[in-house]
């Protein structure tokens, strides 16, 4: 009864260090992933350390053993894998039961949109050139201000792919203006001459 009582007192302490153990190591450990990479970041103390990186269906594609004596950032690029789940272990090398498993989702970042493209000139003393090209939707309204932010000009044009127009103002020197433009995909650009 006696090594009953024993037995079953060890295995409790024994169940709450493993617990406490992998809460220590959670606590000296951080994984963070975005726009396909990933970034495994120790903190002293946390020993000899093996991470590996999962498939989803459980093969190691990549494993390194480190020794975490001081704080150490180990990055990881995942830009030449399919999309998908992928799992970052993290074990320690003197207690292999002793480990974290941090699931990370990868998937390509999205492409930026085209920016609206346009280009202004000076001309003459009162004549101005805008030039738009690689428009994906007709439409792009123009507003024209001065120095001071009065409205000189505005318009909305509706040509498809692109235009080009030649503003003659009266008494408004071009120098100090300012072309503010906006497509209906909602791209906006300002000129300033």
């Known amino acids: 009864m006696k ?3 024993t037995t079953a007192i060890c295995a409790i302490l024994s169940t709450g260090m493993v617990h406490a153990s992998e809460d220590e190591l959670r ?5 963070s992933a975005k726009d396909q990479r990933v970034k ?3 903190r002293e103390g946390a020993g000899k ?7 989803e269906n459980g093969r190691y594609l990549y494993q390194k053993r480190v020794k975490a004596d001081k704080d150490l950032k ?12 992928y799992q970052v272990k993290i074990r320690r090398a003197d207690n ?11 998937k390509a970042p999205l492409p930026a ?5 346009a280009f202004g000139r000076i001309l003459d003393d009162n004549s101005v050139r805008l030039k738009v090209i690689g428009l994906e939707e007709p439409g792009v309204s123009i507003r024209i201000t001065d120095a001071f932010g009065r409205n000189v000009h505005s318009e909305f044009v509706d040509h498809p792919e692109g235009f080009s127009r030649i ?5 408004v020197d071009p120098s100090g203006l300012a072309i503010s433009l906006r497509d209906t995909a909602g791209r906006s650009k300002t000129i300033l001459l």
Do not use: C, M, W
């Open 3 to 5: 090594a009953l009582l």
């Open 27 to 31: 606590a000296l450990t951080n994984v």
């Open 40 to 42: 495994v970041a120790l």
């Open 49 to 55: 350390v093996r991470i590996s990186i999962l498939d």
């Open 74 to 85: 180990q990055p990881f690029n995942l830009s030449q894998l399919p999309e998908g789940e």
């Open 96 to 106: 292999p039961e002793e480990k974290l498993i941090h699931t990370i989702v990868n």
């Open 113 to 117: 949109p085209n920016p609206l493209v």
């Open 167 to 171: 503003y003659h103002l009266r008494n």
